[in-house]
């Protein structure tokens, strides 16, 4: 018996059970995301070819992250001559390219860094992958991602159902602080967290929670716990002191949403997600959050928001005007051209 399950688990290893077949490139794989986030793609069972890129450091990376003992082959590419190879075929792009914040900093402060930054790779993709999901990371989430939408627009490539602002770490950060109030094991904790990715623009549907928060929670404690939700980007910023914005928890969130769509690659469906989309789920604001069901061809569907309470209705108004302000500020630095 032994040795037959000693025989199985070798053949497993040959052949391996998932489906390892789907090329997923990372641009910005050198930054303080982008090699914790190298590491974790590694792991995947769905990736058949792991492409890092970056303008710098992506030898080293690459090299190092190649010895694990893990199906993916890596490759790293160095430099906007050899982009077009490192995103010709890919099936995801994964975008952490870019500066993060420092104290004091708010996220719309790197727009005039970023922005460019994801406009010249939002080009790169439109030559030389178009049909390939893009998932955006880079800050402003709530500006890069209407960037890149207006640069696939123009190239005539856009498909919204292939296009997201990676929030899934707002979902994280809501998992992982209601399980230590309620005492879950977080991975049993959900919380939807809708609208952007910027300060009141992050909306955590407390209400909707599973498990609900004790009836012995405050308003004012509520009103504490959706606020530390949405200033959670700066706790980690503070506490680096200058060394940088949250990059393993982010690694850790974005290694799940990739996760997410290439199992709904996969046809294994039905995969529920939450990311910044290009929808009409919000009258007057043509990007948002949302839970999304995805599939094979991408967002399937735009799920409804659901009930909100009175403190989370008077957020949702009070966000509007700033969401719409970084949708319009994104698409306008495309529209004036570089
Ligand atoms: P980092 O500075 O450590 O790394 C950024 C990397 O991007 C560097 O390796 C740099 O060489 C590379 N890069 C710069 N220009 C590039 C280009 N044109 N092409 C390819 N690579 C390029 O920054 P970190 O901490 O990894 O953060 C990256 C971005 O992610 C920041 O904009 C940050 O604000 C954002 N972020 C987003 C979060 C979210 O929830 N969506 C959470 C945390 C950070």
């Not at 890596?74 to 994964?94: F, H, R």
């Not at 996760?259 to 789920?281: H, I, Q, W």
């Not at 043509?286 to 409804?304: A, M, W």
Request: proline share 8%.
């Amino acid at each position: 018996m032994a040795a037959l399950n000693r025989i199985q688990k070798i053949a497993s290893h040959l052949d391996p059970p998932k489906p390892f077949k789907f090329k997923v490139a990372l641009l910005g794989a050198a930054g303080g995301i982008g090699q914790p986030l190298s590491m974790l793609l590694k792991m995947s069972p769905y990736i058949a070819e792991l492409s890092l890129y970056d303008v710098a450091n992506t030898p080293g990376v690459a090299a190092d992250v190649s010895h694990m003992s893990t199906a993916a082959r890596v490759k790293g590419y160095l430099g906007p001559d050899q982009l077009p190879a490192a995103l010709a075929g890919s099936n995801l792009v994964i975008i952490p390219a870019g500066v993060p914040r420092k104290p004091g900093m708010t996220r719309d402060d790197l727009f005039n860094i970023n922005a460019g930054i994801v406009r010249t790779l939002a080009e790169a993709i439109a030559a030389h992958c178009p049909n390939a999901w893009v998932a955006i990371i880079s800050n402003p989430v709530n500006s890069t991602v209407p960037i890149a939408a207006e640069v696939l627009q123009r190239a005539g490539v856009l498909n919204p159902a292939r296009l997201f602002g990676v929030t899934t770490l707002d979902v994280v950060r809501a998992e992982a602080f209601l399980g230590e109030i309620v005492g879950a094991d977080p991975r049993d904790v959900s919380v939807p967290v809708v609208g952007g990715h910027a300060g009141i623009t992050i909306l955590p549907l407390l209400s909707q929670a599973r498990p609900p928060l004790p009836a012995s929670v405050t308003a004012e404690q509520r009103k504490a716990l959706m606020t530390r939700i949405q200033d959670a980007g700066t706790e980690v910023v503070q506490a680096k002191a200058g060394a940088g914005s949250a990059t393993l928890s982010m690694a850790y969130a974005a290694a799940r949403f990739a996760d997410s769509c290439l199992r709904a690659m996969s046809g294994e469906g039905p995969v529920t997600e939450y990311a910044y989309v290009r929808s009409s789920a919000v009258q007057g604001l043509p990007y948002f959050s949302s839970p999304l069901r995805l599939g094979r061809s991408g967002v399937e569907e735009v799920l409804p928001l659901g009930p909100m309470d009175a403190m989370e209705s008077e957020n949702f108004e009070a966000m509007k005007a700033e969401l719409l302000g970084s949708i319009k500020k994104g698409e306008e630095f495309v529209a004036r051209g570089p």
